[in-house]
């Protein structure tokens, strides 16, 4: 059984900083690329951030330069740096992992969201 948990969402006032952090625990032989999305209300998922095994890091347009993926392999965490927050920010942010268990199986994992809203 594999788990992944976020933390760190809350409410912000548009400029301020939140970090997100999850965290993969349970039958993990290794973990591939992590992701974070974002879902806000009456829209799509949209992917935010991939970040490799290797450390290779990918953006969405809209969080470029404003956003910064992080990963400790070690740990089996993703985090994600949210500086000069917008209110179109405000989204159910999910975690999500590409995770081999023991099991030999690679298999895309799920967080349960966290809430960031951003307003003043």
């Known amino acids: 059984q594999v788990q992944l948990v976020e933390s760190g969402g809350g409410l912000m006032q548009p400029g301020g900083s939140l970090r997100l952090s999850c965290a993969a625990s349970?039958?993990?032989?290794?973990?591939?690329?992590m992701r974070w999305h974002r879902q806000a209300p009456g829209k799509q998922r949209e992917l935010v951030a991939t970040?490799?095994?290797?450390?290779?890091?990918n953006y969405a347009d809209s969080v470029k330069g404003r956003f910064t993926i992080s990963r400790d392999n070690a740990k089996n965490t993703v985090d994600l740096q949210m500086n000069s927050l917008k209110p179109e920010d405000t989204a159910v942010y999910y975690c999500?992992?590409?995770?081999?268990?023991?099991?030999?199986?690679?298999?895309?994992?799920w967080g349960q969201g966290t809430q960031v809203t951003v307003s003043s």
């Open positions: 999500n992992a590409d995770i081999r268990s023991y099991a030999g199986t690679v298999y895309p994992y």
């Open positions: 349970g039958s993990i032989f290794s973990i591939y690329a």
């Open positions: 970040i490799s095994f290797a450390g290779t890091t």
